[in-house]
């Protein structure tokens, strides 16, 4: 008889109802490289009485009672699929405590409350993996923790948000403002109802603290993460950047600086000719460099209901490998530590290059001003374009002046635009985004 | 004290000098995720008194014993960077005899005699990992048996011959010819002195082979792989390709029949948008489409010193995990096994589109002439472009007429050419690429 593994699901949502549509639709796969079946023996609800589900399930496996589901003898993994950070770090320390194996898709978990998790898991002698945590089904986590196990990450610039590269990437197609793409993408159901933790880059910066974890072997404040989100950009900038050149993509970004670590969350401009530029749609991809393997790039979907529940149930099948390897739970000294806390770079102090779009209004010297103070503060320009279409020549319409600068510290570009956003010729605050690539 | 694992090299070129290398450089961070030094005891040389090597060895490490050398009590794990597959074959299932953990970067080797080595280790209960085998630095092996283990690959397009992808590249930047490229590639040391195995298509077969395994979980023969090398395109149908919106790349190409399996190794006009399109250079990427996950694609160096070694250092970084969490060697049902052969499609069988590039005299009704005679063998044409440039009016010079075809059994394709290259009007036999994507 074929040995089973027994999984608790806790939450039958979108991920939830993939992990069962997927256990079904690959089991032969799944059973001939496990050589063993997972097999769903409850799943804890809200409302078991709910009329409508993403997939049929068994009322009789249903319950609400995460404590007693996380103690059944016959489970042996819990996959927790709550979200949120209260009741889902809960559920996970009471499975940990409880002597299961746990797979988890929360970035937010992980990034505040990993170092405990992570630390309850060990002295439990458990496994917790969390491939669906970063770009749903692409495995970067295991890429960085296994296949770049030897090397130094140097620097890593990703999109990791599919609603925020959905939008950006519309937005270039179809030069629409930010609003009218958002309102579209809740319709089709590409962005939640309550849109603000993707685009305002808290998502983003969830799961950046997690890679940052990972590449760095350090542990970051999520809530120190500087950030921006892409709300910021208008259709004029992207008609900007590629004028220039360049694509606008919302990025996280991370380097290594020794002593310290960089991070960021901010929509960029990149040379439209990177990789990078090229991941359209809801895709996510993280773009790696490092000291041995110099650039490598992973692309895939970073979210649905299948690709989620494949990085789960990945990891699942990792934990079954594990088990019959008797490894299950063996401590394993890449785990996630916070052995070598490191500052972080403030933004005052990082350093690269800037788009900056200046509202100005149209008055003879306007540009010599702006450059004569940008110089003043070690600012130095690659390109500048002002915009001399005609007919644009109205009182009430800024004229936009646009530069490029070289790589300057942050702290001096603010301090420069402090002064020339104080100036009567200046319409509207200076427009700034960051440059990468 | 730190524990330390004893390794034994058997080949120093450049990948064996690149893991002496990396094991120094990296040393710290190695420390760190494995809790332990990898140290090399043994490192076994053709002649250890050659002069110049690729990094300075204690010249007290070198030997010249293979067998000696794997069956000392201090390794741990051997390392084969010895190549081909006779001595290669000899010395690996020597290390499994002597029971010890094998890491290999050699594709010809497991391309050929994959089955014999894995029932050996498992036999032994010892591990045998090969990620720098396909790919370099890429970590396609692990994300392939881990990454997607739930999921099913449906078909993967991949650049996995650095040489060739360079020698493409460099013909679509400038329009060279491929011998004049070619030479200078191996002046710069980009090619072998004897480049057979890199542009003819044997490398690729081997790697894809390997490729083939990991996503079908079966076995071909790396001889039954239909191959044709990149020698055949000129710069006039890079030309072509751009006209019509596409580049030429050196792909290799497999499919899940479910039956059988579909395999192949040739040059391919891919769309100029895919992504695949942009990886340029000396580079690789693999482009996956699974059932659960859809398209995700890994990118990165194929080849190189570092590279390579980064990936023969990492898989010598999990045998250790393994060691530590007493489960190296354990019986691994995800390891390649022949257990479920299937046949291969014939070439003649496989659908797909077509370039087909004519070089006729230019006589009234010549078009008239090819059209009717695909158009017999159930061939549907998607566009058509006649080489009409002023001054081409030479009777030495073939015109050129290139078709695109829709999808079309490729023995339909061959029976119609062979119709075709037999006429008076036909100057030189048509030049035939695949479409790809």
């Keep these: 008889m074929t040995r089973k593994i027994g999984v608790a699901l806790l939450g039958l949502g979108n991920v939830g109802g993939g992990v069962i549509k997927l256990l079904e639709d690959n089991a032969a796969a799944i059973l001939g490289r496990l050589g063993s079946r997972l097999e769903v023996r409850t799943v804890v609800v809200r409302d078991p009485d709910k009329a409508k589900r993403v997939v049929d399930v068994d009322r009789a496996l249903l319950s609400t009672d995460v404590d007693a589901a996380v103690r059944r003898d016959d489970i042996e993994i819990v996959c927790e699929l709550i979200g949120g950070t209260d009741q889902a770090r809960t559920a996970v320390l009471a499975a940990i405590a409880a002597g299961k194996h746990v797979v988890t898709a929360n970035k937010a978990l992980l990034a505040e409350h990993g170092a405990e998790v992570f630390a309850a898991a060990e002295r439990a002698g458990v496994d917790v993996y969390y491939e669906a945590a970063v770009c749903g089904g692409v495995p970067i986590i295991r890429v ?63 799961k950046l603290a997690i890679l940052v974890g990972l590449c760095f072997g350090t542990t970051v404040d999520v809530n120190a993460i500087p950030r921006e989100g892409i709300d910021m950009v208008d259709p004029i900038d992207l008609s900007y950047a590629e004028k220039f050149g360049y694509v606008i993509k919302p990025l996280v970004i991370a380097r290594d600086h020794i002593t310290a670590v960089e991070a960021r969350v901010h929509p960029a401009l990149i040379p439209a000719n990177w990789l990078l530029a090229d991941v359209a749609g809801a895709k996510n991809a993280v773009y790696v460099h490092s000291y041995a393997l110099g650039p490598s790039m992973y692309y895939g979907a970073g979210a649905g209901m299948l690709p989620t529940a494949m990085a789960v149930v990945s990891d699942m099948i990792e934990i079954g490998r594990n088990i019959f390897a008797r490894a299950a739970g063996a401590p394993r000294p890449h785990r996630p530590r916070p052995v070598e806390a490191r500052p972080m770079v403030a933004i005052a102090d990082v350093v690269t290059r800037y788009y900056l779009r200046f509202g100005v209004h149209d008055q003879p010297g306007v540009l010599g001003q702006l450059m004569t103070i940008l110089g003043a503060h070690g600012i130095s320009i690659a390109q500048v374009v002002q915009d001399g279409a005609p007919g644009r020549r109205d009182d009430d319409q800024p004229v936009w002046v646009v530069v490029l600068t070289h790589e300057a510290r942050e702290g001096a570009v603010r301090d420069a635009l402090a002064v020339i956003d104080a100036l009567p010729i200046v319409a509207q605050p200076c427009r700034v985004i960051r440059i990468a690539g």
């Design 144 to 206: 960085l923790r296994e296949g770049l196990a030897s090397d130094r990450v140097e620097s890593l610039h990703a999109i990791v948000n599919g609603t925020s590269n959905y939008i950006l990437t519309t937005m270039a197609e179809t030069r629409r403002p930010f609003a009218d793409i958002l309102r579209e993408a809740q319709d089709l159901g590409y962005a939640e109802a309550d849109p603000t933790l993707d685009v305002s880059g808290g998502d983003a910066a969830h």
